[in-house]
């Protein structure tokens, strides 16, 4: 076929390697928005955080709020609650574990880990065997949730004490607002920094 | 074959008397605009007063059902800077648009009717950033009725809904002076604006000098108003557009310097080959 | 595949796999070793490019489903919401929208280079009409995709081009009523529209699989439309044809990006961002630049004509618009492909190109307008679309078969490495 040797190879070389780079570039430019287009979008991020008002919640009261596409309980719990709580000796819990996000992973399950106000408890509410939405206000033998799926219970801070469930029920990422009447569900690193969060 | 054609044009042309000029619809008055053109950005202080405009003026006939509060806090849109209260002079921005204090305070201005999960009763909420703009009217049937059949416009698209787009909203809002022509009779409740295709509509002028107090010392006329909010419905049509335009500059200057790398590798490879 | 394979598997891998299924021969071959003329000009990269927006449709509209729903309480507001709310979704919709225009901008050049240059003709005949059912496929997807967004448009639109079958006799309100599953345009018909209209790109991408075959068997026609008589005609594929290919590729992208970019929605019409209502039509309904011509032809038969309806006679006249192509092959009756060497028919296809533009022209128009006006006479857009539409049927019906008897051909040269060379006929193939 023809050859190419009246022009110096190193030239010749650089365009074909600066075409085909270029072509590389814009493919691989092109394929971000491809991907990102399927990470939650704007709307769906706008209920990531919410806020909700909680200063009309009476002590032992307790209501369920829908946070990223599940149910989040909020108890306002009673002296004797807390009390009770407090009063579990680490060793005979199954999972010995905080499981809150605004801590380190490797925080006990104390009930001070569990709580940023002892008044306010506040857990994702899907039982962590099969997800399953536990009974409330008291339900169960340790005075706290019951689930019904499989029979898990859990105690006054929500951790579970016998029953399938491996785990304590997760805390969210929340802060106070306003005094500590509203709750700010889903609150960013930095918030929840400023917030006092700190292990027990 | 040409004289064929034109033979045919002029029986066509004989055969059919030219139709009379219709009423007179006038194009609409050219504006400028600060979006126009390739590097076109928003006025956030315009898309603000237009906002204002619009809450005080066209919500209480006109949804927006396709705004959320949030929308008015991203970025492009005209509360995603604010005045730093803690450094005069300076501007902050929030990641998410939900920490927005402006656009708290705004969307907490209207209650929200909601269903309590406890009670399974209506209960009334204050609005959140992910909320809605609040359509005026429970639906369509009653927007219809209570406009004398005709339902007034959602204005989510409305600038990329009409022919003439912002030009044309900016006329019609300011298109109620001219004098009634005599063939064109007006039934109660109907107006004259020939920037209205067929001239004539139910909605009457709305943008008065003075109506709409501004914070700052911006003119307030009419004519400013029908500016500023027709640039905050061009904004609300296409939320994305400095993002696009931003974006195209940089893949049109990379498709540029590729091309000519395709060009130079093309003349390259055949260099040496007759074709 | 027409020519002696060349591929000669290297590596270890290479030998394994070429002994089982040989796809990287069969590749070599097509796209890379693939004796091509070498005095192919642009017009011959619409193929490549057609390929390029294929792969652009398919892929911005897999991911538009991912978003979009299809129910017509949430259709509009869900094209809204892509648009607004999802990542980078106003630009992949964007994309989508004004590749399906640029896609046809591709097809009707590429399309026109087959006619300019002969590319119909034996043995090219069954590449051909893959190439016209490959335009109908994509007609259709076009079609069902803009009634999608759910706005006036697509509302009327689709009403418009469904009542059309209704013109067929005795038959025709029963399959109407079937392609609407309803008794107007409704959820059902918008359901089955987004489920062809998902299904459709892939056939065309196996459509386009059997036009690449059916064009390696022969191999390319060329601006002569000599055939290719030795190796001194023909250049391998690779690297002379990609880097052309390459370069118009990136060229007609810089032009889709100033659409997609900075006039997204210059290519749409202000109406379809109302959403679809029933109740109300808008004034004036017409369809995506792209079907404007055989609009023209539907809307320009306005008489009856013996039994046939005028309604019943537009829509076979618009389909027989696409029809004919199908005949094309054994239409033409001159024995020069390219029109290079004809003077006539040269002459005639430049005047059909611009009869189509003109059809283009008229369906954009009301009938009724006037194209010009003078002194109180004047033709209205309806005629012009009649004289327009009978140039468009005598072209394929008359003129190319009487041509090929009449016609007397310019000399042509001995080979396309002779036509290169500029040099008389004398130049042997070379070995």
Redesign the interface.
Known sequence: MTDHTTEEPTRRDFIYIAAGGAAAIGGALTIWPFIHQMNPAADTLALGSIRKDISSLGVGQEITVMFRGGPVFIRRRTEAEIAEARAVELDRLPDDLARNENLPDDASAADANRVLNPEYLIVKGNCTHLGCVPVGNGAGDYDGWFCPCHGSHYDASARIRRGPAPENLPVPAYIFENEGAVVKLGATSDEVAAAGWSVA | ?KRF?AT??AL????????AAEGETHAPENHDWSWEG?FGTFDDRQLQRGLQVYQEVCASCHSM??L?F??LG?PGGPFEYLPDPEHEGELITF?????NPVVMEIASRYTYTEID??TGEEMERQG???DRFPNPYANDAQAAASNGGAAP?DF??IV????G?ADYIRSLLLGYDYEVPEDVTLLPGQHYNPYF?GGVLAMGPQLFDGAVPYADDTPQTAEQYAEDVVAFLAWA????ME???R???G??I??????V??????R???????? | MSHQSTYEPKTGIEKWLDSRLPIVRLGYDSFVDFPTPRNLNYWYTFGGILAVFLVIQILSGVVLAMHYVPHVDHAFDSVERIRRDINYGWLIQSMHANGASFFFVAVYLHMFRGLYYGSYKAPREVLWIIGVVIYLLMMAAAFMGYVLPWGQMSYWGATVITNLVGALPVVGEGIREWLWGDFAVGNATLNRFFSLHYLIPFLIAGLVILHIWALHVPGNNNPTGVEVKGKGDTLPFHPYYTVKDGFAIVVFLMIFAGFVFYLPSVLGHADNSIEANPLVTPAHIVPEWYFLPFYAILRAVTFDFGPISAKLGGVLAMFGAIGVLFALPWLDRSPVKSMRYRPIAKWCFLIFVIACLGLGWCGAENPDNMVFEFGGIGMPFVVLSQILTAYYFIYFLVILPVLGFVEKPKERPESIEASVLGSSPAAAPAE
């Not at chain 2, 066509?12 to 139709?19: E, G, K």
């Not at chain 2, 790398?261 to 093309?266: D, I, V």
Request: aromatic content about 8%; proline content about 10%; overall charge positive.
């Open positions: 074959m054609i045919l044009a066509a042309a004989l055969a059919t008397p030219a139709l390739p059902d396709l959320s949030r929308n991203q990641a998410n648009p939900n920490d999960l406890e959140i950033p992910a416009p989510s698209v990329k809904a009409r022919s787009g295709p049509s296409e939320p994305h993002q696009r335009k974006m195209g500059l893949v049109m990379f498709l540029l310097i590729f091309a790398l395709m060009w130079l590798a093309y390259q490879v055949w260099a040496n080959v007759k074709h």
